[in-house]
């Protein structure tokens, strides 16, 4: 079971980045997933969260109404579309899953089993 993120890079203030979350070993259709960054010298945060089903998203306050979460069952990946980027969105983004997670926790890490390594997001111009 591997989670792979992807996806990030340098980008200005203002400007967009879409994050990508593949799995291998598993099928993410029977998954919730969460987005969580941390920024350099800070404690890691959750970001936003979608259920297996997709019907249910979760945003922390930071982020809610520039991210926008969603998941593709044809090509079994999770996607962070972050746009409005500030430099304080700069941070390792890391993605992970669990078969079951409550709502209500959806964005605590205690919540999630498998974890796949970071991908880097530089807002700065």
């Known amino acids: 079971v591997q989670l792979q993120a992807s996806g990030g890079g340098l980008v200005e203030p203002g400007g967009s980045r879409r994050l990508s979350c593949e799995a291998s070993?598993?099928?993410?259709?029977?998954?919730?997933i969460g987005w969580f960054r941390q920024a350099p010298g800070k404690e890691r945060e959750g970001v936003s969260s979608?259920?297996?089903?997709?019907?249910?998203?979760y945003y922390s306050d930071s982020v809610k109404g520039r991210f926008t979460i969603s998941r593709d069952s044809a090509d079994k990946t999770v996607y962070l579309q972050m746009n409005g980027l500030k430099p304080e969105d700069t941070a390792v983004y890391f993605c992970a899953a669990d078969v079951f997670v409550r709502s209500e926790f959806a964005l605590l890490e205690s919540q999630y089993v498998h974890w796949g390594q970071g991908t880097l997001v530089t807002v700065s111009s």
């Open positions: 070993g598993f099928s993410l259709d029977d998954y919730a």
């Open positions: 979608i259920s297996s089903s997709g019907h249910s998203t």
